[in-house]
């Protein structure tokens, strides 16, 4: 059986689960900012956890199909060598899983600091959304 999940987890299928596990995340923290589901479970710890789950996992999945980790650090060599890691879908992924990861931290910080200064959540809907389709 954790074959047949590790088979089903190819780079393709991880990332369509990561883009849509964050949507529910979003959803209330868009819809329901002052709910207390919100406040216990979209602002907290818990979806950083499901993120490095994934993020593990890809970093796993990496080293065993022998990802040469050095080659990184090319990348502050020039355009050239950051270009020739974009070409890498696993590097890209393991860009992708932290930049939703940042992006979803950002998001929960928009709305305790709404909470902090009461501000309305149909004000606060337009940060979010900004936030969730381009990022910090």
């Avoid at 088979?7 to 596990?21: K, Q, R």
């Avoid at 993020?55 to 199909?65: H, T, V």
């Avoid at 992006?103 to 902090?116: M, P, R, T």
Wanted: charged residues 10%.
């Amino acid at each position: 059986m954790i074959e047949e999940i590790y088979n089903y987890f190819i780079i393709e299928t991880l990332y369509m689960w990561i883009n849509l596990g964050v949507l529910p995340f979003w959803f209330i923290l868009i819809f329901f900012p002052q709910s207390h589901i919100c406040r216990f479970f979209v602002t907290s710890i818990f979806p950083f956890f499901l993120l490095s789950g994934a993020y593990l996992f890809i970093l796993y999945k990496s080293y065993l199909i022998g990802y040469d980790f050095g080659g990184n650090f090319g990348l502050y060599l020039g355009l050239n060598e950051l270009s020739r890691l974009f070409e890498d879908n696993l590097y890209l992924m393991i860009l992708w899983t932290h930049f939703i990861a940042i992006n979803l931290f950002i998001g929960g910080w928009i709305v305790k600091d709404a909470q902090k200064f009461s501000i309305n959540k149909i004000l606060l809907s337009l940060p979010l959304i900004i936030t969730y389709l381009m990022g910090p």
